[in-house]
């Protein structure tokens, strides 16, 4: 089971640019895609951290909308769990 405890978005726009944005892709080896990943930082039943990566930003940014408490009651196992590439870590340990 995996627990998020944030929310990121990896866009051009939220990165800092294009080149920037291609620089992480390349680290986590993702295709850039052109509206970019949303990110739920997440812990595993052990505390590891691992980023669940989607393409589907809105996604993510609904999420993110629903405030804070939503987060806090999200717990991800089995297929949603599964609708989501699995990263080893946080994006602040990538590059």
């Known amino acids: 089971m995996l627990t998020p ?25 993702l295709p850039p895609l052109a509206d970019g990943y949303g990110l ?6 052990d505390g590891a951290k691992v980023t669940l990566v989607t393409g589907d930003v809105q996604y993510v940014r609904a999420i993110a909308s629903a405030g804070p408490e939503t987060l806090a009651g999200l717990l991800l196992f089995g297929e949603a769990a599964e609708k989501f590439l699995r ?4 994006p602040d340990e990538w590059i």
């Open 5 to 29: 405890r944030e929310i990121a978005f990896a866009t051009p726009q939220d990165v800092g640019g294009p080149a920037h944005y291609r620089r992480i892709c390349k680290a986590v080896d």
């Open 40 to 45: 739920l930082l997440a812990v595993d039943d």
């Open 87 to 90: 990263r080893d870590g946080w």
